[in-house]
């Protein structure tokens, strides 16, 4: 059954070196908080997992956090590169990090997996691309009924999920609308999850298309206002794209980087009531 705790007690928690961890939500709901949470205890040696790493992953590699990235497709939205993640790769700053690259499709298809208990899962996906010389868990399988050709890869089950959500109710049933990419299989194919919401209210008021996680499927949850920022939360607030784009003259520079994490990261406090 989940637990309501603050951000820093769940991060406390639930996430320790070494860990394999997915922070996912696609273009909204992202968990930018709780990978700060991650950066200021120090956490490192860590394994990220993300379908599309942007400029969180990107302070998170800054910040000597990871070793080794698994992903899909890796940039600034709207602006250009990840300069903290280039840097890791070109320069081992501030440590060396191994990657594990794949598609949009295979990675979905890892954390449908995952969710389902199985150990790999099937798909047409690769055909036509030469990532399978590139990634070793990226491998032929013939289909046993039709003799076809196709692709299997392994499950994804990372020792913490974490996602964002609109709210949750004080029993720790999670509810979240709008755009949504893997974040219920994350949860599901995680051996332990948190789930950051913007509010915790005594119910939840259903809403068009929502997806609700029950309580006994997620860990704990904390309250974190505006813990998605600076993407964005439908009906919450709205993306902030002057962020992204004031993210890359930061993230290109060492130095500039340095001084950004001491004072908005380290220096900041951020706690879910």
Wanted: hydrophobic share 40%; with cysteine.
């Amino acid at each position: 059954m989940a637990r309501i705790l603050s951000l820093r007690e769940a991060v406390a928690e639930l996430v320790h070196d070494g860990d394999t961890v997915a922070l996912e939500g696609f273009t909204h709901l992202i968990p930018v908080a709780a990978g700060h949470e991650i950066i200021r205890q120090g956490r490192t040696d860590l394994t990220l997992i993300r379908m599309t790493p942007d400029i969180v992953y990107d302070q998170m590699i800054g910040a000597g956090c990871a070793r080794k990235l698994i992903f899909s497709w890796g940039g600034n939205p709207g602006v250009g590169s990840l300069h903290r993640f280039r840097d890791a790769i070109q320069n081992s700053w501030p440590v060396p990090l191994e990657i594990e690259e794949h598609s949009h499709a295979g990675m979905a298809n890892r954390y449908a997996a995952g969710a389902a208990g199985l150990p790999f899962a099937v798909l047409r996906g690769y055909t036509g691309t030469d990532l399978h010389g590139q990634t070793e868990t990226i491998k032929p399988i013939e289909c046993p009924f039709t003799g076809e050709r196709l692709t299997a890869v392994p499950a994804v089950n990372p020792d913490v999920g974490i996602i964002h959500a609109q709210r949750a109710d004080r029993a720790g049933n999670v509810q979240m609308w709008g755009i949504t990419g893997v974040q219920k299989e994350t949860v599901l194919a995680s051996a332990r999850s948190l789930v950051t919401v913007e509010e915790v209210v005594d119910e939840l008021e259903p809403v068009p298309g929502a997806v609700v996680l029950p309580q006994w499927v997620v860990t704990a949850v904390a309250e974190v206002p505006r813990g998605a920022h600076p993407s964005y939360a439908q009906g919450y607030y709205e993306r902030d794209n002057g962020y992204y784009q004031d993210w890359d003259p930061i993230g290109r520079d060492r130095e500039r980087f340095e001084q950004w994490l001491a004072t908005e990261v380290l220096g900041a406090e951020r706690s879910a009531r």
